[in-house]
């Protein structure tokens, strides 16, 4: 999947998700999975809106019923914003997801990081 470039009042999040793995999607597809979910710290002078996540794959696997909506390799989430502010501004931001490969599930972990917003 092909990294686009962010529009003006967006930032991409881009992780990749490790070869025979995968994370649930957002929403999950059930109530008890735990969805990839990413958060943000509150920056002054700017406002982040709902994250928009990326289409999820369906897959079955062995241990559910139905097939599972599920994110696998390159994931780009996009976060939209505004601000009144010019130049650089950082925005930390918390990723929550739980990595399973075809037979379990590894506890949720959260990831942190920051991206550089450049406003013109």
Same mark, same amino acid.
């Given at each position: 999947? #092909?990294?686009?470039?962010?529009?003006?009042?967006?930032?991409?999040?881009?992780?990749?998700?490790?070869?025979?793995?995968?994370? $649930?999607? $957002?929403?999950?597809?059930? *109530?008890?999975?735990? #969805?990839?979910?990413?958060?943000?710290?509150?920056?002054?002078?700017?406002?982040?809106?709902?994250?928009?996540?990326?289409?999820?794959?369906?897959?079955?696997?062995?241990?559910?019923?139905?097939?599972?909506?599920?994110?696998?390799?390159?994931?780009?989430?996009?976060?939209?914003?505004?601000?009144?502010? /010019?130049? /650089?501004?950082?925005?930390?931001?918390?990723?929550?997801?739980? #990595?399973?490969?075809?037979? /379990?599930?590894? *506890? *949720? #972990?959260?990831?942190?990081?920051?991206?550089?917003?450049?406003?013109?």
């Amino acid at each position: 999947m #092909a990294t686009s470039q962010p529009k003006p009042g967006e930032a991409l999040i881009v992780f990749t998700v490790d070869e025979n793995y995968h994370v $649930n999607a $957002n929403p999950a597809t059930y *109530p008890y999975l735990i #969805a990839t979910e990413i958060t943000t710290d509150k920056v002054e002078g700017l406002q982040v809106g709902k994250p928009i996540y990326p289409a999820a794959e369906k897959k079955k696997f062995e241990f559910a019923e139905e097939p599972l909506a599920v994110y696998e390799g390159r994931v780009q989430i996009t976060l939209t914003f505004t601000t009144t502010q /010019k130049g /650089k501004i950082s925005l930390p931001y918390h990723l929550r997801v739980q #990595a399973c490969d075809n037979e /379990k599930c590894f *506890p *949720p #972990a959260t990831i942190d990081g920051t991206t550089s917003i450049d406003v013109q």
